[in-house]
C-alpha cells in the first residue's frame, strides 16, 4: 500500500466532468484506488462517491492506491490531478 497527497488546483474542483477522468483512470488498474479527503475514504473508481466527497478547488486529498499495480495506479492519478483534471 502507498499514499501520497495531493492538492486539487482546478477552480471548480471535483465536479462532474473531472471526476469522470479521475474515475476512468482509476478503473484502469487492477489496486485498490482510493482517497482520502477530510476523515472519509473514497473509492476513486466510483463517480458517485467521489462526487459524494464534496471535493473544491484547494483542497488536499490523499491517494491510497494497494495492490499488484500500484504504482503505476498511484502515478497516474497524481499526474492527472497535478495535469488539472482536463481543465
Same mark, same amino acid.
Given at each position: 500500500?502507498?499514499?501520497?497527497?495531493?492538492?486539487?488546483?482546478?477552480?471548480?474542483?471535483?465536479?462532474? =466532468?473531472?471526476?469522470? %477522468?479521475?474515475?476512468?483512470?482509476?478503473?484502469?488498474?487492477?489496486?485498490?484506488?482510493?482517497? =482520502?479527503?477530510?476523515?472519509? @475514504?473514497?473509492?476513486?473508481?466510483?463517480?458517485?462517491?467521489?462526487? #459524494?466527497?464534496?471535493?473544491? $478547488? #484547494?483542497?488536499?486529498? @490523499?491517494?491510497? $492506491?494497494?495492490?499488484?499495480? @500500484?504504482?503505476?495506479? %498511484?502515478?497516474? %492519478?497524481?499526474?492527472?490531478?497535478?495535469?488539472?483534471?482536463? @481543465?
Amino acid at each position: 500500500m502507498i499514499t501520497q497527497k495531493v492538492l486539487i488546483k482546478n477552480i471548480s474542483g471535483l465536479h462532474l =466532468r473531472p471526476t469522470g %477522468m479521475l474515475c476512468n483512470e482509476a478503473i484502469k488498474y487492477k489496486s485498490s484506488v482510493k482517497f =482520502r479527503f477530510g476523515r472519509t @475514504e473514497t473509492n476513486a473508481k466510483s463517480v458517485l462517491s467521489v462526487l #459524494g466527497a464534496c471535493v473544491k $478547488c #484547494g483542497d488536499e486529498i @490523499e491517494f491510497i $492506491c494497494d495492490g499488484v499495480d @500500484e504504482q503505476e495506479a %498511484m502515478a497516474a %492519478m497524481v499526474n492527472l490531478v497535478n495535469s488539472g483534471l482536463g @481543465e
